[in-house]
């Protein structure tokens, strides 16, 4: 295994357990205080609205397009560019009385006595039920992966290591979610599907450190330690391994978070999110929690059975 350094010494992540599990808890309640209090801030693909997609022949000041838009007062009307400074998208929430084309026209109309350059590529109308809809496949989706991974982590190790990765994997969900909510970003199905790829995500780096844990319990020169420094020594060992695969993924959800636009924003915001949680959560929570479970060595070594022979 590629390695940029080899650390000599274990470093006792153990002997920090609780007070990392106590700062996950309270991480945790102020994301779920969040998520209640506020509420997250759902996107015209789960509300329902109209989404205008505008062009202009050359660069525009977005801060003057809001103050245009605002004007209508058409509610929490949103201005983001696509890509470049030149194509516009308003996203407008549902009015009563008024029609998708009204709405449009109205944007358009207004927009128009300032920069006549202006016209409309593309109107898109989402009704309410098509909102209600995507939120139900949505949490569908979330619990159906949720699943997975229990079947998945109970299968492949003991209950205790099961359990412990379904807590942390949940922890960095919440997490993520609690950002939305305390900041009222947009929650849309881009946003959404980070939060599925983040699970994915978390599970692998739990199954790989976990891994190691087993590895070490049933390692002949293993068996003089006790259980946090088997731990700590399985950590240790995967560090290399954590900063190769988890910088070179972050170096590239920065880039989409830095370059990718308005349209790639959220997916790499809740990406970002959930890739530091995420190996905070593997180390620093699902590990504890294997030694609040109370996980021994009896428990990855199971008895070897002595065959009686048949008294003739």
């Not at 295994?1 to 000599?8: A, Q």
């Not at 007070?19 to 693909?45: D, M, P, R, W, Y």
């Not at 109209?50 to 004007?71: G, I, W």
């Amino acid at each position: 295994m590629i390695e940029f350094f080899h650390v000599k010494r274990d470093i006792p992540f153990m002997s920090y357990g609780k007070i990392t599990t106590a700062i996950s808890l309270v991480t945790f309640l102020l994301a779920v205080f969040f998520l209640v209090h506020k509420g997250l801030n759902l996107g015209v693909e789960f509300t329902g609205g109209t989404v205008v997609e505008l062009q202009y022949s050359q660069s525009v000041d977005l801060n003057q397009v809001r103050t245009k838009v605002d004007a209508l007062k058409y509610g929490d009307a949103q201005v983001q560019a696509l890509g470049t400074t030149r194509d516009i998208m308003v996203r407008l929430p549902n009015i009563k009385g008024k029609t998708s084309a009204q709405l449009s026209n109205d944007v358009l109309d207004t927009l128009k006595q300032e920069r006549p350059d202006v016209q409309i590529r593309k109107v898109e109308f989402i009704g309410p039920s098509v909102g209600d809809e995507l939120v139900s496949h949505g949490l569908t989706a979330i619990t159906l992966v949720c699943l997975g991974i229990i079947v998945y982590l109970s299968v492949r190790f003991e209950w205790r290591f099961a359990v412990s990765a379904i807590i942390a994997n949940m922890h960095d969900v919440i997490i993520i979610l609690g950002f939305f909510a305390f900041f009222q970003w947009e929650f849309t199905l881009t946003v959404l599907a980070a939060v599925l790829a983040v699970l994915g995500y978390s599970v692998n780096e739990s199954v790989v450190v976990f891994d190691r844990i087993r590895e070490n319990f049933r390692k002949p020169n293993m068996r003089g330690r006790d259980v946090p420094q088997i731990i700590d020594n399985a950590i240790t060992a995967t560090m290399s391994r954590t900063i190769i695969t988890h910088g070179s993924t972050e170096v590239m959800v920065l880039s989409m978070l830095i370059f990718g636009g308005a349209a790639l924003h959220g997916f790499a915001t809740a990406l970002t999110i959930g890739i530091l949680f995420g190996i905070y959560s593997s180390v620093l929570v699902a590990s504890p929690l294997l030694l609040m479970f109370g996980v021994t060595r009896e428990n990855m070594i199971k008895p070897v059975k002595v065959k009686q022979e048949a008294v003739v």
